[in-house]
């Protein structure tokens, strides 16, 4: 089970602080991300880390602003989002999955939480 939360609302050149709670460990073959759903748009990838090696990936868009990372003794998976822009908004999915770009681009993972919404003005 997925639990997101920090969502909100906030100014552009803001920051936010999602965090996804997880029951259980993922498998080191897994891996764990962040997708975003604009309004009016699809399902699509924005951040990525891998259990093995925590290795990550960002989109274009969130290169540079965004950082994940994980904390497996909480059991939770973070996204840092700085310096946030207009096009950020949305709702913000964390998911498991054994394929990233499967997840980004096909929405397609074990496991998907209930998603928690980002308002940037």
């Known amino acids: 089970q997925l639990v997101e939360s920090g969502g909100g609302s906030v100014e552009a050149g803001g920051s936010l602080r999602l965090s996804c709670a997880h029951s259980g460990y993922p498998s080191s073959r897994h891996c764990m991300g962040w997708s975003r759903q604009a309004p009016g748009k699809g399902r699509e990838g924005s951040a990525g880390i891998f259990i093995d090696n925590d290795e990550t990936y960002y989109d274009d868009s969130a290169e540079g602003r965004f950082t994940i990372s994980r904390d497996n003794d909480k059991m939770a998976m973070y996204l840092q989002m700085n310096n946030l822009k207009t096009e950020d908004t949305g709702v913000y999915y964390c998911?498991?999955?054994?394929?990233?770009?499967?997840?980004?681009?096909?929405?397609?993972?074990?496991?998907w939480g209930q998603g928690t919404q980002v308002t940037v003005s």
């Open positions: 998911a498991v999955g054994s394929s990233l770009l499967q997840m980004w681009f096909h929405q397609i993972a074990d496991y």
